[in-house]
């Protein structure tokens, strides 16, 4: 099964939708060509990546995560993975890739935790936070 990348700005957080699988291939570097392209044709206040469709991911699907993170993090913009699946949050905790990444339940948690890394970064009052990032 090759991977899916459905991209869409929600109130400037860019919402990436990933269906698939995360592992080797020719198909594995179109996550990190969505994220570059959200990044740099808007400059969203948070990347949102939906990963409830990711059927399985491998060492290379985590390499490919943590490189989206870089592009993030070179922009100050938070990512926030969604609807983490079991098999890519064990992954994650195994190499404690999830002190880096954080995650949330869904979409409206993954939101709420860009707002507080989006106010802790640029060091916003709570309300400065919450107009940026479009609420």
Do not use: F, W
């Amino acid at each position: 099964m090759s991977l899916s990348i459905n991209s869409r700005l929600d109130r400037n957080v860019c919402v990436l939708t990933v269906t698939g699988q995360l592992t080797l291939g020719p198909h594995l570097r179109s996550l990190q060509q969505a994220a570059r392209t959200a990044l740099e044709s808007g400059t969203p206040d948070a990347v949102i990546l939906d990963v409830a469709g990711v059927r399985y991911a491998d060492s290379a699907g985590l390499g490919e995560l943590t490189i989206v993170y870089s592009l993030c993090t070179r922009k100050q913009c938070p990512l926030v993975l969604a609807a983490v699946p079991a098999q890519l949050r064990q992954m994650l905790e195994l190499t404690r890739l999830d002190a880096l990444l954080p995650s949330a339940a869904d979409i409206d948690g993954a939101k709420q935790e860009a707002k507080a890394r989006l106010r802790k970064l640029r060091g916003l009052p709570d309300a400065q936070a919450d107009a940026a990032a479009g609420e």
